[in-house]
């Protein structure tokens, strides 16, 4: 049977609300629309293997808020450009295969401010059809200073969220922000998890793009990658979050770390499965495929990754190929490719 694919790390924004996104500058390789219709004309593409296209089919996305400007304090627009992304994919979500939408919120602010927050997202959702489909938010810390993540308020919302059975996505940067992000989140994680005894509900935390780790290491077979200290840093935290039974990883945003791709046809993908395997081996050995799902990270995925019409159905040749090499069996490989997205974000496929 068809496996089906839930692609769990895709973004949308129309033109008119390019102003609103905190990256955005003039010569930005994104400030154009990406709406459902790019994103269908991304996933059109031809199979990656003579069965594919009877092998999977997507099924459905999960929408990843975009880094709207945004402040933690409700004052001024720090959370209108926000909320206004809501109205957007409220708009959007009836007749499209929007599986889950995860939005932004001000989670350093606390229980307090993550409530009246939550409320005004339920007010722009506006039928509980939409609504349902809010299965967690993100607040980037990839950009944020040293002690975010242990401030009281991040923790303390941090396990509101548990309670109310809404995930959070974490996305930290090992490559670009440094290996202290990835320690601090280690630390966050203990505080949150360790010696849980008020008998709140754990929070379901899913960890964006492997880290995003240096792909970008010399790469030779003479001095391999897993005796460099900097792949032995990031071995040694990504297993320590992983210790966390609630804790999950995305399979995801490689091609933003690896070395720019042409837009030409196919390169031979074995070599790119190559000099991700060190990286892929260990998030498997330390995860387990159960806790291991396949995102895209469209359209982010488009620049370093050879454009739109190569870039969703390369990743995904790409990921067949890590998932035959670890030799996955047929339930393992539905689990990455949709069944582990809909147990941790709690949907239904």
């Known amino acids: ?38 994103y269908r004309a991304a996933t059109a593409v031809v199979p990656t293997s003579p069965d594919a296209a009877q092998y999977t089919y997507l099924r459905g996305f999960i929408f990843l808020e975009t880094d709207r400007t945004s402040s933690v304090e409700e004052s001024g627009t720090g959370w209108s450009h926000a909320l206004d992304e809501v109205s957007l994919l409220t708009r959007i979500a009836l007749g499209n295969p929007i599986a889950g939408i995860v939005p932004w919120a001000p989670v350093p602010g606390g229980p307090a401010a993550l409530e009246k927050y939550l409320s005004f997202v339920k007010e722009r959702a506006q039928t509980e059809e939409v609504w349902r489909k809010v299965r967690g938010v993100r607040y980037l810390v990839q950009d944020k200073p040293s002690g975010v993540m242990l401030s009281q308020g991040f923790i303390d919302g941090l396990k509101y969220l548990g309670s109310r059975g809404l995930t959070f996505d974490l996305g930290v940067d090992a490559r670009q922000g440094g290996l202290w992000q990835l320690r601090e989140a280690v630390e966050m994680m203990k505080r949150i998890y360790d010696g849980m005894d008020d008998g709140g509900a754990a929070l379901t935390l899913i960890i964006n793009h492997l880290c995003k ?45 690896l070395p720019p791709l042409a837009s030409t046809p196919d390169p031979d993908i074995a070599p790119l499965v190559d000099r991700l395997q060190p990286w892929t081996d260990v998030i498997f050995e330390v995860f387990g495929p159960e806790r291991v799902m396949f995102g895209s990270d469209w359209p982010v995925c488009n620049i370093d990754g050879g454009g739109n019409k190569v870039s969703w159905g390369r990743w995904k040749g790409v990921v067949e190929n890590i998932l035959e090499r670890r030799g996955l069996t047929e339930e393992q490989k539905k689990g990455v490719w949709g069944e582990v997205a809909a147990k941790a974000y709690g949907i239904k496929i």
């Not at 692609?7 to 629309?33: K, M, R, Y």
């Not at 990031?234 to 490689?254: D, E």
């Open 1 to 38: 049977m068809p496996i089906p694919i839930v692609d769990s790390h895709i973004h949308l924004f129309p033109e008119s609300h390019l102003p609103t996104l905190a990256w955005h500058g003039p010569n930005n390789p994104l400030g154009s629309q990406h709406s459902v219709d790019e």
């Open 213 to 257: 780790p240096n792909l970008r290491l010399p790469y030779s077979t003479s001095e391999p990658i897993t005796s460099h200290p900097e792949f032995l840093e990031w071995k040694s935290l990504v297993s320590a979050m992983a210790q966390y039974p609630t804790t999950y990883m995305k399979l995801s945003g490689g091609f933003s770390e």
